[in-house]
């Protein structure tokens, strides 16, 4: 007699998650400031996250591998889940950066908070137009990290949780198919 | 009587409150020591060393913008008084935060005169905190060494 296929027996795969690795927010952090680059590289770390700090919008492209002289090539595997960006860089600022990253395919999922030590109304808008998750005044607070890192946290686990319950739907689906058909 | 570890904590509470008192530190100073701990048991006094290169470099290319009479790029001095600015925000170094605001707005309305006054006292208030600093980081040595902890203040 054949063996029933039970959903439980229908294989899961493991990489619902986009984090990289349980528990562990990945974030990129873009400041000119050497200053910044160390408190925010250490607020991050206080917090649980795994932290890559760059100088500029140029070099955050290049680790994206956006900047033209790569093609996408390897960087699928690059788990980013959050962008730091401060707002005012020489060269290309962070707003430039926020509409670049958003301009890509494989990166415009990617939430991009963007810092600012300058409360400008327009500016803030226009970020959050352009499509930034927040817009956070400088100097940062161990307060604001904490609040970005569970309402990301919390939007990973509702993901997880859709998909966990597409898949058992999908499953007791075929089960009810195999029974009807008296496998 | 008291104890040389009672002592030393007392001094540097004390000293703590006063520099917070007389407007040298602000709140982020305070989330500044949120984040050291065992792991980064310096991570304070490595911030406030990169702040005061920031201070030498900044005020250096400021001082050298200013020396160019007749032909003063004030846009450089207003961005690099506006870096100096964040990075003073960034540390808690409050008299400094409040001499680039008024350093800004020199710059911002062209006042040569008023620029070159207020760099020299973001040059001295810089160096001053440098000396306080240092200080109070020493007062940490000598409680360490003797076998004390070092308190925690609450402003």
């Known amino acids: ?183 | 009587m008291d104890t040389l570890i009672a002592q030393l904590q007392r001094q540097f509470r004390d000293y703590t409150i006063s520099l917070y008192h007389q407007g040298f530190l602000d709140d982020q100073f305070t989330e500044l020591k949120k984040l050291q701990d065992e792991c980064s048991p310096d991570f304070v006094a490595e911030v406030v060393t990169l702040f005061f290169e920031d201070c030498e470099k900044l005020i250096s290319n400021m001082a050298r913008a200013l020396d160019q009479t007749g032909n003063v790029d004030f846009k450089l001095v207003g961005s690099s008084v506006h870096q100096l600015k964040g990075s003073s925000s960034s540390v808690g170094a409050k008299r400094v935060k409040g001499l680039c605001i008024t350093l800004k707005e020199c710059c911002d309305t062209q006042n040569y005169e008023g620029c070159v006054r207020c760099l020299q006292q973001v040059d001295i208030e810089y160096k001053t905190l440098k000396a306080k600093l240092q200080d109070l980081f020493n007062l940490e040595q000598q409680i360490v060494q003797a076998g004390g902890r070092i308190p925690q203040v609450d402003i």
């Not at chain 1, 619902?16 to 349980?22: D, N, Q």
């Not at chain 1, 990945?26 to 607020?43: N, P, T």
């Open chain 1, 1 to 183: 007699m054949a063996e029933v296929l039970r959903p439980e027996m229908l294989d899961i795969s493991n990489d619902t998650s986009s984090l990289a690795s349980p528990e562990l927010l990945h974030v990129l952090a873009v400041d000119d400031s050497m200053v910044d680059r160390k408190f925010i590289e250490r607020l991050l770390r206080v917090s649980s996250c795994k932290v890559t700090v760059v100088d500029s919008a140029t070099r955050a492209l290049q680790y994206l591998g956006l900047d033209g002289e790569n093609s996408s090539v390897g960087f699928e595997d690059l788990k980013i889940n959050l962008i730091m960006t401060d707002y005012s860089m020489p060269g290309m600022t962070g707003y430039e950066l926020l509409k670049k990253i958003k301009e890509s395919s494989a990166f415009r999922e990617i939430p991009v908070v963007i810092m600012s030590s300058e409360n400008i109304l327009p500016r803030i808008d226009r970020c959050l137009e352009e499509g930034a998750e927040d817009f956070l005044l400088k100097p940062v607070k161990l307060a604001d990290v904490k609040r970005l890192r569970d309402s990301l946290m919390k939007a990973e686990e509702r993901a997880f949780k859709n998909i966990m319950h597409k898949r058992e739907l999908e499953a007791n689906d075929i089960y009810s198919q195999l029974k009807r058909a008296k496998i």
